[in-house]
Each structure stands twice: as structure tokens, then as C-alpha cells.
């Protein structure tokens, strides 16, 4: 599931850190993984997991009263995760070439391909864990 939505707080508040460990807590009981990208003005989101949960999951963001103008722009099964790894992966960057990817009339194959680099930039960034 792909959805974007327009924000009704600030850019990078508490409220994204708060909305981060909420879903962070029930992605991890419910086999649901993701990314969460939040851009000045909006969020974008790639869900995948049990369709059950999914729907449930669905149905709660839409009402949110964080957000508004929430559109679903993809939903289905998928045949792979793309992001097994992450209970919920989180972007906050502006960075120039992302901001010009994604725009609230931004496909869902769009979201998720700009969502699936940067999770893929994060892994390469991040420090290794094997011992020196």
C-alpha cells in the first residue's frame, strides 16, 4: 500500500518522531514493514504485510487528524517485500533530487522507487557492524 497526505504540522516536529514510534511498536507485532518519507508539506508511505493488517492499517491512517487530503495511490498484493528488513524506515531529508521526485501527484511506482533508494542510500550509509 502507497499513500501520500498532506501534513497539518510543521515540518519535523514531534509528531513525526511520535508517529514514527507508533508505527515502529505495531509494525514489529504485526509483520508489517515500511517507509515513511515526510517532506515540508506532506507524507509519503509504503506499507507491506499481512492484508489484514494492512486494511486495519489503512483505515486508521486515513482518519488520522495529523494529516488531510490523504490519497491512496497503490494497494495489492506484492510477490516480494521491498522493505523486509525495516518495521519502519523514516526519511526526513530534503534533499533537492528527492524533493523534485516526489510531489502529491506523484504515481505510486514513483513513491516507491524514490522511497526504495533511499532506504538503500541509509543501509550504505550506515556504520558496519562487523568487528575491525
Known amino acids: 500500500m502507497i499513500y501520500n497526505s498532506r501534513s497539518l504540522s510543521k ?9 514514527l514510534r507508533t508505527a515502529v511498536a505495531f ?3 504485526h ?6 518519507h515526510r517532506s515540508a508539506q506532506h507524507y509519503y508511505q509504503y506499507l507491506e504485510g499481512p492484508s489484514h493488517h494492512i486494511d486495519a492499517l489503512l483505515d486508521r491512517i486515513a482518519k ?3 494529516h488531510t487530503e490523504f490519497h491512496l ?3 495489492g498484493n506484492t510477490d516480494q517485500r521491498r522493505f523486509g528488513s525495516w518495521s519502519m524506515g523514516y526519511s526526513r531529508i530534503a534533499r533537492a533530487a528527492q524533493t ?3 510531489t502529491p501527484d506523484s504515481s505510486g511506482h ?6 526504495h ?5 541509509q543501509q550504505a550509509d550506515a556504520p558496519s557492524e562487523d568487528p575491525a
Open 11 to 19: 515540518p519535523f516536529e514531534d509528531i513525526d518522531m511520535e508517529i
Open 27 to 29: 509494525n514489529a507485532a
Open 31 to 36: 509483520d508489517v514493514t515500511g517507509f515513511l
Open 64 to 66: 488520522d487528524t495529523r
Open 73 to 75: 495511490l497503490q494497494s
Open 100 to 102: 523534485a521526485l516526489l
Open 110 to 115: 514513483e513513491v516507491s522507487q524514490v522511497l
Open 117 to 121: 533508494q533511499e532506504a538503500l542510500r
